[in-house]
């Protein structure tokens, strides 16, 4: 939650990194803000509005595939619980609205 987060999360980051950006916290980035930083290391910056932290901060310390860094290819195969065909879209929302579900693609 504190102005300067964002860019200490940069700095954390590996080349190809993910950074979950919580709302809460997206208010207290300052103006002036470098991002030539995402550009250069190829950074991924992903909006989370809401949803269980624990499950999160179990995603983000687990390793990848390859037993590395966790990439946002692992992130999204490990969060999407459901996969539905266009045609089936009617379907998708319906269980997108089911409790318990954390996301439907």
Known sequence: GKANGFEQAMQLLIPRGVLVLKSTCAAGVEK???L???VIDELVV???RCGPIDMALELLRSDG???GPLLLADLLKRM???TFKLEDARLAFRKASER???KVV
């Open 32 to 34: 002036g803000l470098n």
């Open 36 to 38: 030539s930083t995402i």
């Open 46 to 48: 992903v909006g989370s």
């Open 100 to 102: 318990g579900v954390l």
């Open 65 to 67: 595939e390859s037993g």
């Open 80 to 82: 999407v619980q459901h």
